[in-house]
């Protein structure tokens, strides 16, 4: 037999998704207006809040990676984690607090739930858990009550009445918006939706900036640094779930709950495609994400109801992360079966 006098060599390989570091850089890149518009709004306690959260996480990872000789800081993840953390923990909570929270959260990510890109439990989610538990007053109610959607029938004019000012931009645009729907398919948009999605009255920066945050998704989606399977069923399911039960057990109506509302108000655009997506809580096959993104959205229906919730959504998150766990299980053994049998 001829002997084939071969070389394997270490190079060149070509690879097709992003490394770790790259997809870090364009998350946060992607983050970058929200920073903005927070110095734009002068809100500068939200910027210190996400500053704090940023240091706690690095000191703890450099607590990890000291004793143990490596150097992680340079993939980006725990940047990431922390931009995330401040953006998400409500304004108001003393800066010593949050940096002890982000503090812990990455310590027990790291150390107990699986270590680093291995976690199934996102560490900005449990920094809210902790958050929460520690001091549930620093978290705000619902923006709407339940007796006043109930008496006037629309979960946004209960909003309206009870919190809401709309601008004169915001009537402008929507007049605009709804000449050009209503001689196309006959549509009249409220007022009230343009404002929701430029600026929505939030003490959680993150689920303020609602066009941003879908501005960034598009990026994190068209450059590949997430897929679209987990955030488009989970903003489906819970957008349908909304619809046809919103309203029932306020008035007995089936199909008239306020899809665009609860999307805008319960922070589920920037959870979709800066917490779900989440590489190492997340599944790794499409039936896999299919079916997490479809246990996210009826855990969101159940604890954010008919939207503006601002805190429902985070233990969804923690359900799914949870629910997430035994996914993956289903999937090891499917793979192993195949393995198997091939």
């Avoid at 680093?116 to 520690?134: E, Q």
């Avoid at 402008?172 to 939706?193: C, D, Q």
């Avoid at 809580?281 to 969101?300: D, E, H, Q």
Wanted: aromatic content about 10%.
């Amino acid at each position: 037999m001829k002997k084939n006098d071969w070389i394997l060599s270490p190079s060149p390989f070509i690879v097709n998704s992003q490394t770790v570091t790259t997809m870090s850089i364009i998350i946060a890149c992607t983050l970058i207006p929200h920073l903005v518009m927070l110095a734009v709004d002068r809100d500068l306690t939200s910027l210190l809040q996400i500053a704090v959260a940023l240091t706690g996480s690095l000191l703890a990872e450099l607590c990890i990676i000291i004793p143990q000789r490596r150097n992680t800081l340079g993939d980006g993840l725990v940047l990431v984690q922390g931009l995330l953390t401040g953006l998400l923990l409500p304004v108001g909570i003393p800066l010593i607090s949050i940096a002890l929270i982000s503090f812990l959260s990455v310590l027990i990510c790291r150390v107990l739930f699986g270590g680093t890109g291995y976690s199934w439990l996102h560490p900005s989610v449990a920094a809210v858990a902790i958050a929460y538990v520690s001091a549930p007053h620093w978290f705000p109610d619902n923006l709407a009550g339940g007796e006043t959607i109930g008496s006037i029938g629309s979960i946004l004019g209960a909003f309206k009445l009870e919190n809401f000012r709309i601008g004169q931009q915001d009537m402008e645009i929507t007049a605009a918006l709804n000449r050009m729907l209503s001689s196309i398919a006959g549509i009249k948009l409220p007022e009230g939706y343009v404002s929701l999605f430029w600026n929505a009255p939030s003490s959680i920066p993150a689920f303020r900036y609602n066009i941003f945050t879908l501005a960034g998704s598009l990026v994190l989606i068209s450059m590949k640094t997430v897929d679209w399977y987990i955030p488009a069923v989970f903003i489906g399911v819970y957008a349908a779930l909304v619809r046809i039960f919103a309203m029932y057990p306020l008035n007995g109506l089936f199909m008239q709950g306020d899809m665009l509302f609860s999307i805008l108000t319960s922070g589920i655009l920037f959870i979709a495609f800066y917490v779900l997506t989440d590489t190492s809580s997340s599944p790794r096959t499409i039936t896999g994400k299919l079916v997490y993104g479809m246990s996210a959205g009826i855990f969101a229906w159940l604890l954010c109801g008919p939207g503006g919730s601002h805190t429902g959504i985070f233990f969804a998150v923690l359900l799914t992360n949870i629910s997430g766990t035994a996914i993956e299980q289903v999937e090891t053994r499917i793979h192993d079966f195949h393995g198997a049998r091939a």
